[in-house]
């Protein structure tokens, strides 16, 4: 745990400290931060304990007498506490009225990835005349911020997802000018061959449909009920993946074909949209970097939002513009998200998420992803092809 990264966090967003708690291994986020998953059977957490660090000085360790051990492995000084009112008693040494508190808190539930602390816990606290902040942006620093090692694992997870999108399409075109029937099932089968060959992880099969199908943003093919891929078919396809390997950074996209020339006009009508949204949403993010002001992930997907609503279009969507990227494929960062949720975190530095906005109406389904890094020099970079135009199958 470095406590001076910390630390020097809590003095730049004018923090008083940052808290964490847990009672028989409820807090999750506490749970893996302070590695008390690692920790033997004989030191689980039955009383609740508090392990707070302060923006300058000592960390505090408050256990029960009953569990002294059970931060050993964590810098600071240790209090001991018997009952509800001894507890109370020590916390009172620490915690006084108008201290702006970080903890894993969000008001609302607004963001429910950071949200672990329980709702009797954060009424005690705020017993104390505390201010409790929410900790989303702390955390990125330590789980959503990527090194150039990572950002490596996630441009070769690229290169192979395209060259299984690209032996994917080859295989729709040769068996139909083979004129062999083929359909969804066909296809899910034929692309998961494909990712066995390859060196890559994906904790879900691909996500794709057919015309009508690809109106689900969550369609997943079965062997009854596929529909068939011929002439005219219009296809969605998201396929995400990571290396094999300690650390690595999942690759998530998604693309929308058709097979043959003959494009729908409603369909690339649509597709234009959705596209225009994608755009405005990336250059949105990079003006407010260039001017140093933040980038919050619920204003980016108002914008995307309000570019549907003036095309009369938003009673169309689905879901939120994006999502963080990280070793899973949806991460503990920011999420470009008002619409599911509230979430008002920053992106930022060294973060990576998915930029794409869809619309599902009741024939046509589009939904044009990209993933966009932030480097440490607030540019965007986005790494693999970029789809402008529908893909001609």
């Not at 062997?223 to 690595?248: C, F, M, N, W, Y």
Request: proline share 5%; hydrophobic share 35%; glycine share 8%.
């Amino acid at each position: 745990m470095d406590i001076n990264k910390i630390q020097h966090l809590l003095l730049e967003y004018g923090l008083d400290g940052w808290l964490f708690t847990d009672f028989h291994g409820h807090d999750f986020i506490t749970r893996e931060f302070l590695h008390l998953a690692e920790r033997k059977a004989d030191r689980a957490c039955t009383r609740r304990m508090f392990y707070y660090i302060p923006a300058s000085g000592e960390p505090v360790k408050i256990l029960s007498a009953i569990e002294p051990l059970l931060l050993d492995h964590l810098p600071g000084r240790k209090l001991l506490y018997q009952g509800i009112k001894g507890q109370t008693q020590v916390l009172s040494q620490y915690f006084t009225p108008g201290m702006r508190v970080a903890c894993q808190y969000s008001p609302g539930g607004n963001v429910p990835v950071i949200s672990s602390m329980d709702a009797g816990l954060v009424e005690y606290l705020k017993s104390f005349g505390l201010k409790l902040e929410p900790s989303g942006d702390l955390m990125q620093h330590f789980g959503a911020v990527l090194t150039e090692q990572q950002i490596e694992t996630h441009k070769q997870a690229g290169v192979i997802i395209h060259r299984i999108l690209d032996r994917t399409f080859s295989w729709i075109r040769n068996n139909l000018n083979q004129g062999n029937f083929i359909d969804e099932w066909m296809l899910l089968q034929e692309m998961e061959r494909l990712i066995s060959l390859e060196p890559i992880f994906m904790a879900s099969p691909p996500f794709f449909g057919i015309d009508e199908h690809a109106c689900d943003p969550g369609y997943e093919p079965k062997e009854q009920g596929s529909k068939q891929i011929k002439e005219g078919s219009r296809l969605i396809i998201d396929i995400a993946g990571r290396l094999p390997e300690d650390d690595a950074i999942y690759y998530d996209i998604s693309w929308c074909m058709n097979v043959g020339p003959h494009i729908d006009p409603e369909y690339q009508r649509i597709f234009d949209i959705v596209n225009y949204a994608r755009a405005q949403a990336v250059t949105y993010i990079q003006n407010h970097l260039n001017e140093d002001i933040p980038v919050h992930g619920c204003d980016v997907d108002a914008l995307t939002q309000s570019i549907f609503r003036e095309k009369q279009l938003d009673q169309y969507i689905m879901h939120r513009t994006g999502h963080n990227i990280g070793h899973t494929c949806h991460g503990i960062g920011a999420n470009l998200d008002d619409y599911e949720t509230h979430d008002d975190r920053c992106l930022l530095p060294g973060t990576m998420f998915s930029v794409e906005p869809g619309i599902y109406t009741q024939q046509y389904g589009v939904r044009l992803e990209f993933d966009v890094h932030i480097t440490f020099d607030k540019k965007v970079q986005i790494y693999g092809p970029v789809q402008n135009k529908i893909l001609v199958i």
